[in-house]
């Protein structure tokens, strides 16, 4: 059967924490391919600081040659606030055979019985949750993870020792030209000579 992993969010701008894990967590795994979805508007947030089609091309040359990694404009084709479970459910219509993987950070995993639909997510996906190690966090995911199994849901744990870096650190760093070192090759160049 093949295992397809969702990577989503803002990817504002992708950086080599979001490359690393992903490459991390479908070694683990064992997916067959990992879609790297950029959010055409997330609905937790106000916003983006560049459009969504810069989104894209960034994270294209973000995932550069890596077989494993494919970006996808799924969810920058639809109308509207980016719905986690409505790019679950085009992905179960796409792969109907596959089984399917949504890659998450802890923070969001903490909070998904809040998102829209969540049930609909939990039927169709098996969470593959990031843990950076930390004991407190470690604590409250093995919490919610067995809350979850309890109602016969899936989750997994992928250990996630890559750069901690978050995009709006990234940001920052771009502001004082000093974020080289935590952007994947290529990105750094379009995001000068885009002006972003």
Known sequence: MERIGIFGGS????????IQSAQQAAKALGLDRLLMIPAAQPPHKSGCNVSAEHRLRMLQIACGDDPMLQPSDMELRRVGPS?????VEAVRTAYPDAEVYLLMGSDMFLSILSWKCPERILAQATLAVFCRGDKDEKEK??????ALEQQGHKVCVVENDVVQISSTQMR???????????????????ILENDL
């Open 172 to 190: 920052r760093m771009l502001a004082f030209h000093c974020a080289d070192e935590f952007l994947p090759a290529g990105v750094g160049d379009y």
């Open 83 to 87: 719905y986690t479970y409505e790019t």
């Open 11 to 18: 990817f504002d701008p992708p950086h080599i924490g979001h």
């Open 141 to 146: 995911i093995s919490q919610q993870k067995a």
